[in-house]
T-cell receptor, first 114, second 118 residues
Framework: GDSVTQMEGPVTLSEEAFLTINCTYTATGYPSLFWYVQYPGEGLQLLLKATKADDKGSNKGFEATYRKETTSFHLEKGSVQVSDSAVYFCALSPGAGGADGLTFGKGTHLIIQP | NAGVTQTPKFQVLKTGQSMTLQCAQDMNHNSMYWYRQDPGMGLRLIYYSASEGTTDKGEVPNGYNVSRLNKREFSLRLESAAPSQTSVYFC?????????????????FGPGTRLTVL
């Protein structure tokens, strides 16, 4: 079946550092890929998405590129802020017709120190 | 437009008690989901409903039942709570991916219910 693997952390960085959170996936067909963010005490929010190979999703300074050849969707940000401290989840959705939900990675806890 | 709402926000139960977690969405989505989140385990799907009138088991359905009351509402019931069900529960909704819906399967989440079973 489908699966998503991501670094679990915690990942601790200083403010203004460069961020990469790795995500790789296994899926048949042509999945769509997502990054979600969960701030403390809150639900998950969709951060960005990419729906086909070589697409780049971007939002709030975060970017991720759908790499089919390496089955990866790494999350990057050039300069992190304390307010980016959260748990980040990589997820995939199967192609058309799938209504049984997303497959999530286990989440990466990001801590940004001032 | 409230999105996905969940009640209650917090709940403490004793072993063997029952309760129902409520979820409602106002985005006219066909599909709804219940997840539980535990430390180090990520999110695990309990049950889902692809459309009004249908429900299916997810990865961890034991000890739970669900009801899709109408298109808006999807409830999760614990008949006899156990300490292993201590968790944070999230409800989500989406459209099934496809050209007709314009969706790619992205889900929208509620704020969660933090449940403790003593």
């Amino acid at each position: 079946g489908d699966s998503v693997t991501q670094m679990e952390g915690p990942v601790t960085l200083s403010e203004e550092a460069f961020l990469t959170i790795n995500c790789t996936y296994t899926a048949t067909g042509y999945p769509s890929l997502f990054w979600y963010v969960q701030y403390p005490g809150e639900g998950l929010q969709l951060l960005l998405k990419a729906t086909k190979a070589d697409d780049k999703g971007s939002n709030k300074g975060f970017e991720a590129t759908y790499r089919k050849e390496t089955t990866s969707f790494h999350l990057e940000k050039g300069s992190v802020q304390v307010s980016d401290s959260a748990v980040y989840f990589c997820a995939l959705s199967p192609g058309a017709g799938g209504a049984d939900g997303l497959t999530f990675g286990k989440g990466t806890h990001l801590i940004i120190q001032p | 437009n409230a999105g996905v709402t969940q009640t209650p926000k917090f709940q403490v139960l004793k072993t063997g008690q029952s309760m129902t977690l409520q979820c409602a969405q106002d985005m006219n989505h066909n599909s709804m989901y219940w997840y539980r989140q535990d430390p180090g385990m990520g999110l695990r799907l309990i049950y889902y409903s692809a459309s009004e009138g249908t429900t299916d088991k997810g990865e961890v359905p034991n000890g739970y039942n669900v009801s899709r009351l109408n298109k808006r509402e999807f409830s999760l019931r614990l008949e006899s709570a156990a300490p292993s069900q201590t968790s944070v529960y999230f409800c989500a909704s989406s459209e099934a991916p496809g050209i007709a819906s314009g969706s790619f399967g992205e889900q929208f989440f509620g704020p969660g219910t933090r449940l403790t079973v003593l």
